[in-house]
Nanobody
């Protein structure tokens, strides 16, 4: 599967952005999807994940209540709605796909087989 992330940009503190990740290929609903970010000078981390069916979601504690992950399996797309953005959310954001995970989700990098190219989110103070 190939992934194409989009929606990054420059936003002020408190603003919102919505990231999208378009997937190619079949059986999108068989893939758990995750959003990861790589802040400058820090390691890449998972911020949110969603099961293939969309029934299960996970959030990093730092984004809980501010970010919402969702997916539209008919459109082969996963979204990350980011509200109340903070300067510490500045990072390159990646989407990733893990196969054979309709009913579960993952938040560890090694569990994901396919990665998008990344989209930069910059939050100014």
């Amino acid at each position: 599967v190939q992934l194409q992330a989009s929606g990054g940009g420059l936003v002020q503190t408190g603003g919102s952005l919505r990231l999208s990740c378009q997937a190619s290929g079949r059986s999108f609903s068989d893939y758990s999807m995750g959003w990861f970010r790589h802040p400058p000078g820090r390691e890449r981390e998972c911020v949110s994940a969603i099961s293939g069916s969309g029934s299960g979601t996970w959030y990093h504690y730092s984004v809980k209540g501010r970010f919402t992950i969702s997916r539209d399996n008919a459109k082969n797309t996963v979204y990350l709605q980011m509200n109340s953005l903070k300067p510490e959310d500045t990072a390159v954001y990646y989407c990733a796909a893990a196969p054979n995970s309709r009913a579960t989700y993952y938040f560890r990098e090694y569990e994901y087989s396919f990665w998008g190219q990344g989209t930069l989110v910059t939050v100014s103070s």
